[in-house]
């Protein structure tokens, strides 16, 4: 449990690190180096602890656990505040309930319903929240392409701990060496394909805007060895030691403090026009993702 909760303190800065210090960094570029840090810091590790384990199917679960994940999810941020991204991110224990749920046959059908009535609400309340007139078109698009991250984030998160239940020999420092250098391979892909084609259309371009400076390092060494890094194993550690309802749950610890990091430190607002109608829809909208999480919650714990 403390694992999970240092986790979550953890990520609840990086959104807004991403969107104001790395703002400009295409997102693919972002996760392929973040990734690569933290693979290479893992795969050090691995290497001393000589454990071997299914480094395939490990590798395939961070290709998508992190290295597709990242991509979908740094590709919001053209659409989104950071407050809006930490806050979609919300849906996360319901896509875990839903895969859990789907191994998990026996009780399947009740938690599959109470999980997609969280979904309407979560939904509804995400449309509150981006429902400004001249902004509108940006919703789908942001919103959707947080939802195929938390997919990904989800489907790792269950994985994991069924891969590793039958491996207790197998420590976490070793599986996530693995995890990581699926994950960079995934984003290499993205990231050279972007490249190519910016390049092939302009390549002066496409070189000075995968340039980085100082201060952009600098993030990028948090996002990839403490955040991506120290931060994903405290998580998946933790992942190994609760029951799914408890995972589900704490997924979404990290939404409030996130969204409070962002205004408080990074100076995002809630609304444009700050009237206070928009504010207090904005309001109402957080509030229903928040009654979602609850809704979820209850699921996780009638299934235990």
């Known amino acids: 449990m403390l694992a999970l909760l240092a986790a979550t303190l953890i990520w609840s800065f990086s959104f807004g690190i991403i969107k104001q210090v790395l703002a400009g960094v295409p997102g693919e570029w972002i996760a392929f180096l973040r990734l ?21 199917r490990l590798g395939a679960i961070g290709g998508v656990q992190f290295g597709l994940m990242y991509v979908l999810y740094l590709k919001s941020y053209e659409w989104l505040m950071a407050w809006e ?58 919103f959707f392409w947080v939802q195929a991250a938390n997919l990904c984030f989800a489907f790792g998160q ?31 892909i993205f990231a050279g394909w972007r490249f190519l084609v910016g390049f092939l259309n302009s390549p002066i371009h496409a070189i000075e805007s995968f340039a980085i400076d100082l201060q952009q390092m600098a993030a990028l060494v ?37 969204v409070l990091i962002s205004l408080l430190f990074f100076g995002e607002s ?12 904005k309001w109402i909208g957080m509030a229903l993702v928040l009654a979602a999480v609850l809704v979820a919650g209850f699921a996780a714990r009638s299934r235990r």
């Open 85 to 142: 991204v930490a806050l979609f991110t919300a849906f996360t224990p319901i896509w875990v309930l839903l895969f859990e749920a789907r191994w998990r046959k026996g009780s399947a059908p009740q938690v599959a319903h109470i999980a997609w009535l969280a979904v309407a609400i979560c939904v509804l309340g995400a449309w509150l929240i981006r429902a400004d007139e001249v902004d509108l078109p940006r919703f789908g698009e942001g």
């Open 158 to 188: 269950v994985a994991y701990r069924r891969i590793l239940v039958d491996r207790p020999d197998v420590q976490d420092a070793s599986a996530h060496a693995w995890m990581f250098l699926g994950g960079t391979l995934v984003a290499g």
């Open 36 to 56: 690569a840090l933290a693979a290479s810091f893992f795969l050090l590790i691995a290497a001393r602890l000589g454990q071997g384990g299914p480094r395939l």
């Open 222 to 258: 948090y996002l990839g060895l403490v955040a991506a890094g120290f931060g994903f194993l405290l998580w998946n550690a933790g992942a190994r030691q609760v029951s799914a309802g408890v995972l589900a749950t704490m997924n979404n610890l990290k939404v409030p403090g996130a």
């Open 270 to 281: 809630l609304s444009v026009s700050g009237s206070s109608g928009e504010v207090a829809r």
